[in-house]
């Protein structure tokens, strides 16, 4: 079975400053990973995923991730943040030969001027 | 291009009271379907997902039911609301390659 951690319920940091955002995985069978940002009360976009090749992905609005088997992790990078960037951050996983798709708590991200 | 429509955004409900919440989805076929329950501090739970028509699988023992009448459309359902089915309800649906999720814009429930 599937399960995903965030280690970090709330991480405030101050704007331009860099921040990491963990999120580790446990399963049994090779996944896909995805990262998704949510702003209050709309759902959820995807900022990047991980399938196969490269382990460091790179996504939208500056963010990258990057894919360690060894440590069943796939932490969240951006080397500089912005106000726009406070909200909620979810790591998700899915089985490659599966149909469910889980997601860790999430990570509140608060950008401080 | 795909969308996915999910409705009400907002429905406030008294205990004891029945729930429906619908979702669709267009610019795709057989999709799988999810979904969420979000309360706050526990992130996104898996409730229900499918793989097709009439094809439910539950995730977590509870007082909802969905059902998949057509390809595209999936609902929610309760006979009798908790207090304790309050939060916010996400629709999702990916395909059947196994990549990312799209999420509609959720419901959020309030049961009073």
């Known amino acids: 079975a599937q399960s995903v951690t965030q280690l970090d319920s709330q991480v405030p940091v101050f704007e331009e400053a860099p921040v990491e955002l963990r999120c580790n995985y446990s399963s049994s069978v090779s996944v896909y990973l995805f990262w998704y940002v949510q702003y209050p009360n709309q759902g959820l976009q995807l900022l990047l995923k991980?399938?196969?090749?490269?382990?460091l992905v790179k996504g939208i609005n500056g963010f990258e991730a990057e894919f360690n088997k060894s440590q069943t992790s796939f932490h969240l990078r951006k080397p500089s943040v912005h106000i726009s960037d406070t909200a909620e951050y979810f790591c998700a996983v899915s089985e490659n030969t599966g149909n469910q798709f889980y997601f860790g708590t999430g990570t509140s991200l608060t950008v401080i001027p | 291009s795909q969308t996915i429509h999910q409705w009400p955004a907002t429905l406030v409900q008294p205990v004891g009271s029945p729930l429906s919440l619908e979702c669709t989805v267009e610019?795709?076929?057989?999709?799988?379907l999810y979904w969420y329950r979000q309360a706050a501090g526990r992130g996104l739970q898996l409730l229900f997902y499918?793989?097709?028509?009439?094809?439910i699988s539950s995730e977590v023992p509870q007082n909802l039911s969905a059902s998949r009448p057509q390809d595209r459309q999936f609902i929610l359902s309760s006979k009798k609301l908790l207090l304790s089915d309050s939060g916010f309800y996400l629709c999702a649906w990916r395909t059947r390659m196994n990549t990312e999720a799209f999420f509609g814009q959720g419901t959020r429930l309030t049961v009073v």
């Open positions: 610019g795709t076929s057989n999709p799988n």
């Open positions: 499918s793989v097709g028509i009439g094809q």
């Open positions: 991980y399938l196969s090749g490269s382990t």
